[in-house]
Structures are given as C-alpha cells and as structure tokens.
T-cell receptor, first 116, second 112 residues
Framework: GAVVSQHPSRVICKSGTSVKIECRSLDFQATTMFWYRQFPKQSLMLMATSNEGSKATYEQGVEKDKFLINHASLTLSTLTVTSAHPEDSSFYIC????????????FGPGTRLTVT | TQLLEQSPQFLSIQEGENLTVYCNSSSVFSSLQWYRQEPGEGPVLLVTVVTGGEVKKLKRLTFQFGDARKDSSLHITAAQPGDTGLYLCAGPSADSWGKLQFGAGTQVVVTP
C-alpha cells in the first residue's frame, strides 16, 4: 500500500514553455500533498503544501505564480512550472500524507525536468 | 527553527562492514523517520520511531531513538551494495501540521 506515482518521470522542454507534473496517490486518499525540489547530492527542499480543495501554501522564496499547484481531488495534485527557464531544471518530487498518520509521507518516484 | 543535523555527510565502506549514521537536534521531536533514496528515485520510508529509547530492527538495519527524543541513529550490519543510497532523517515541523523537517542526508556507498 501507500503508492504514489508521478508523471512524467522525465521531461525536456524549451525555455519559456510550461510543464505540468502530476502526482497521484494510487491506493489511499491523501488529504495533503507536498512538492519538493532536490538538487544533486542535496536533501529535499519543500516548495509548497497542497491541500485538497484549498489554495496551496508556499514556502518562503517560492514564487506561487511560477509554480502553480492544483489539488483537485484526494488522489491528484499537479505542479505546473510556468515560463520555464534553465535554472528551473531540477528533480521535482511529490509526497502524499495519509490520514492515519499525518507525519508519514509517501514519495513519488520524482520527475527530472530539463529546460533547454 | 528545528534543525536536524546528520553525520557523517558521506560514508564509503566495503561490503561486509558495519556503519552508523547519526541524526541530532537540540529540539525534542514527537517522532523521527528514516528514509532511503536511490539515485533518480523518490525517498522510501524505512521506519518511524516514536518512543524515547525505542529500538527498531529491519533485517540488518537497527534504528534507535534517543531517550530525550532529540536524536536518532541508524546502524547497518554487514552492509551490502544494495544498501547504497542517500539516507535522510526527518521529523515533524513545528511550523505547521503535516510538514516534515529533513536532515541534510548521509550519502552511503557500499563497494563490493
């Protein structure tokens, strides 16, 4: 149980275009999902907290207009990187928290974004 | 801000050796979690420790939560190449419900 999927796993896009990344909890309902960014050989950096049916809460320094988050259902959250630039290239990981134990997070496999 | 300090940052050992990774804080945590992340993958939850002094075993991995719930350790016995990965400790953030505070991670490399 507690499986989280992400799509796509890898994406290459041109500078100025937008990219959407989907995060799905496959076998449980996630009241809260989280979006992280990870640079090589570093830990996870939380970008935003996504709650179903409400606006996402962004961490300090993360542009909400650039990283659009939508949590339309208890099993799906999407992250859209708008007007992508090469500095947005990174590994993006989502996680989902189930209702039983709110502090255990189950991570997706990540999405490698490369902006050319 | 609650900080989780992991040590060492990097550990390279040969197959069959033992290793210990530490996660320390000056703050008390209600629980701590350990994750392992392999290159190009998301972190996988290994264990959650909740009670001060608790010891949990997962095959060759032994996790301990300090009596004061400010620190934790992960000990791997007879390490295998499959244990290679980034080990992350994490605890509930005091900022808001559900958020986790992560340590910087320990990169473990086990060579055959």
């Amino acid at each position: 149980g507690a499986v989280v999927s992400q799509h796509p796993s890898r994406v290459i896009c041109k500078s100025g275009t937008s990219v959407k990344i989907e995060c799905r909890s496959l076998d449980f309902q996630a009241t809260t999902m989280f979006w992280y960014r990870q640079f090589p050989k570093q830990s996870l950096m939380l970008m935003a907290t996504s709650n179903e049916g409400s606006k996402a809460t962004y961490e300090q320094g993360v542009e909400k207009d650039k990283f659009l988050i939508n949590h339309a259902s208890l099993t799906l959250s999407t992250l859209t990187v708008t007007s992508a630039h090469p500095e947005d290239s990174s590994f993006y990981i989502c996680s989902a928290a189930g209702t039983a134990n709110s502090y255990e997070q189950y991570f997706g496999p990540g999405t490698r974004l490369t902006v050319t | 801000t609650q900080l989780l300090e992991q040590s060492p940052q990097f550990l390279s050992i040969q197959e069959g050796e033992n290793l210990t990774v530490y996660c320390n804080s000056s703050s008390v945590f209600s629980s701590l979690q350990w994750y392992r992340q392999e290159p190009g993958e998301g972190p996988v939850l290994l264990v959650t420790v909740v009670t001060g002094g608790e010891v949990k075993k997962l095959k060759r991995l032994t996790f301990q939560f300090g009596d004061a719930r400010k620190d934790s350790s992960l000990h791997i016995t007879a390490a295998q190449p499959g244990d290679t990965g980034l080990y992350l400790c994490a605890g509930p953030s005091a900022d808001s419900w559900g958020k986790l505070q992560f340590g910087a991670g320990t990169q473990v490399v086990v060579t055959p």
